[in-house]
């Protein structure tokens, strides 16, 4: 009887944890077991930024515990927290209790973030935490020109010719980047910099920085209308741009008017559909006095993504579309707008509350940038 009764408390268990699984919208929904045995809800870190980490002891990663607590220390009062999951499931390198696991991280990194107990984060006995984990953010590789990367590349391989098509955890220090939020970020293979997490980090925790980098081009507009209150937000945002010895060379012409912007939009149907749309132009008479002629474009252009950045912040969604220098693109607004000469379209944005979610691309491209310190070398 006793074993029928620890059975049916078994399968009740992995029931309930499967449906946590199926129904979770993010990590919130989730409860995990403390170092002292006690449950934890995952929603007591709402409103933080969090790295998700599973950690071993034993491990060629394990002086990395080092720099996750210097990431701890850092960020720390501003929002962040580091969960860490050990596990034992990579080489048998985490082996012992939470808490002689716990007492070795206090006594040789001096860890001060939050450590939990013991856990499974593949096969069937995987938490379910991880499970969702993996579903949100798949293996995305080693960095095989990294000699750490080609290191685990080639040791996974021999194991497995076909390991990297699966979602499964490979190693110790798998991190996972959760937003403030919920959402799953990114998720960080135990050989990724750690100059890179912490750059995602800053971008998460700063406000303006986390702006930038999720704001995207959006299309589709719902009917809601913009109000003119946001507009001029929008447009002091653009006002605030830097330009060239100070002669703001620019006109901003906001178009509301359903028919007018039917017939700004042309072959850009996402005019159409707008609240609002705003048409950064420079004004020639400003542009053409001493040292700003040749950088009016230059300093439009940067109105141009203040706008699009307070649009963003707005909770609206914006497309910048081209005109200048496009001869015939000018015209074509310029007579729509009855401009006078000395006032050039260089582009227009759509925007409007967003009818789609797409999600933001990450355009970092390491290959794209030099490091050229004085009197040394690029690198």
């Not at 059975?7 to 919130?28: D, G």
């Not at 700003?292 to 579309?321: K, M, P, R």
């Amino acid at each position: 009887m006793r074993r029928i009764t620890a059975f049916i408390k078994l399968a009740l268990l992995s029931l309930s944890m499967v449906t946590t699984f199926v129904s979770a919208q993010s990590v919130y929904d989730f409860k995990v077991m403390d170092d002292v045995g006690q449950e934890v809800s995952l929603s007591d870190y709402k409103g933080k930024v969090l790295l998700i980490v599973n950690t071993a002891t034993r491990c060629g990663f394990t002086p990395q515990y080092k720099e996750l607590e210097a990431l701890y220390e850092k960020y720390e009062k501003a929002g962040f927290e580091i969960l860490d999951f050990p596990c034992n499931q990579f080489g048998e390198q985490a082996p012992g209790t939470i808490q002689e696991i716990h007492s070795f991280c206090t006594a040789n990194f001096d860890i001060r973030f939050s450590q939990f107990d013991k856990i499974e984060v593949n096969g069937a006995n995987e938490h379910p935490l991880y499970t969702y984990l993996k579903a949100q953010k798949g293996f995305g590789g080693f960095d095989t020109n990294d000699q750490r990367g080609k290191f685990m590349d080639d040791m996974l391989r021999k194991r497995d010719a076909d390991y990297d098509k699966k979602t499964d955890i490979k190693w110790n220090f798998t991190k996972f980047l959760v937003s403030r939020d919920g959402r799953v970020l990114k998720r960080y293979e135990p050989t990724d910099p750690m100059s890179d997490i912490e750059a995602a980090i800053q971008q998460e925790m700063n406000p303006v920085l986390s702006s930038i980098m999720a704001r995207t081009s959006i299309r589709q507009y719902t009917n809601e209308p913009v109000t003119k209150a946001d507009i001029e937000t929008m447009l002091r945002a653009g006002m605030a741009a830097p330009t060239a010895v100070n002669k703001q060379p620019w006109h901003f012409v906001a178009v509301t008017n359903k028919e007018k912007l039917a017939e700004l939009a042309g072959r850009r149907g996402m005019i159409k559909q707008a609240g609002v749309a705003i048409v950064v132009c420079g004004n020639l008479d400003k542009a053409m006095q001493g040292k700003a002629q040749e950088y009016w474009i230059q300093d439009c252009s940067a109105a141009t993504e203040n706008i699009l950045l307070a649009a963003h912040a707005l909770g609206l969604g914006a497309v910048w579309t081209g005109c200048y220098p496009m001869d015939d693109r000018v015209a074509e607004v310029s007579k729509v707008l009855k401009l006078p000469e000395t006032i050039v379209p260089l582009c227009v944005i759509a925007i409007g509350h967003p009818a789609e979610q797409p999600t933001p691309k990450d355009k970092w491209k390491p290959e794209n940038v030099s490091y050229n310190e004085f009197g040394g070398k690029a690198e």
